[in-house]
């Protein structure tokens, strides 16, 4: 499992991306507290973000901006750790990945 967190102006740990191998292809998940309302707990933000790399359920609303660009700067690393490891659809979606492409093309 690789990890990267996300940190506020403080350098205070607010949230964290994972990338994880499930069902033979890489899955993404991610969690963030809200700041002014919360402190973050490492264990359960790993906890919450392996719970929705595993599951199988469509993203509802649009991801913040600072967890895609951590999503894609973390599925960089996991392509490079997971040698010849399919990129699941999942992983797709919640970069936006996909988006472009449709975009670009």
Not at 15 to 35: F, Q, T, Y
Not at 78 to 92: D, G, I, L, R, T
Request: glycine share 4%; hydrophobic share 35%; proline share 5%.
């Amino acid at each position: 499992m690789l990890t990267s967190y996300l940190r506020d102006k403080s350098n205070n740990p607010i949230g964290v991306v994972v990338a994880v191998k499930h069902n033979d292809e890489i899955r993404l998940g991610w969690s963030k507290c809200h700041s002014l309302l919360e402190r973050f707990n490492r264990q359960k933000g790993i906890e919450i973000a392996l719970g929705r790399a595993k599951c199988n359920r469509p993203v509802k609303h649009p991801l913040p901006h600072d967890i895609r660009y951590a999503l894609v700067n973390l599925l960089q690393r996991a392509e490079k750790y997971y040698k010849n490891v399919p990129m699941s659809n999942q992983a797709f979606l919640l970069t936006g990945i996909a988006d472009s492409m449709t975009t670009l093309y």
